[in-house]
């Protein structure tokens, strides 16, 4: 029912900040749970931040304090602003779409990606 693009990604040194943006089709985006995870080569998926439809937000603590995410229900947007970006965040990042209020993200709709990369 959702489809979702990312975009914003590319290279930075570290230090350096870039904001990633995913737009999601459908009139009903302000009633879902939006998320963002990644994926570094070798290893599994991991939750970075998640943002409720009441703006309520949760952040891995690795990233707490760096990253920060928002949205604006008027554009069917949701962002993902990193800064202080570090080598560690080099992976692929992910956009999701959970219509469960307490959602887990088991069930959510997901974006196709956008390759992050940071170097020293």
């Known amino acids: 029912q959702v489809q979702l693009v990312e975009s914003g990604g590319g290279l930075v040194q570290a230090g350096g900040s870039l904001r990633l943006s995913c737009a999601a089709s459908?009139?009903?985006?302000?009633?879902?749970?939006m998320g963002w995870f990644r994926q570094a080569p070798g290893k599994e998926r991991e939750f970075v931040a998640a943002?409720?439809?009441?703006?309520?937000?949760v952040y891995r603590d690795y990233v707490k304090g760096r990253f920060t995410i928002s949205r604006d229900n008027a554009k069917n947007t949701v962002y993902l602003q990193m800064n202080s970006l570090k080598p560690e965040d080099t992976a692929v990042y992910y956009c999701?779409?959970?219509?469960?209020?307490?959602?887990?993200?088991?069930?959510?709709?997901w974006g196709q990606g956008t390759q992050v990369t940071v170097s020293s």
């Open positions: 999701a779409a959970d219509p469960n209020y307490y959602s887990t993200f088991t069930t959510a709709y």
């Open positions: 459908g009139r009903t985006f302000s009633s879902y749970a």
């Open positions: 943002i409720r439809r009441n703006y309520d937000t």
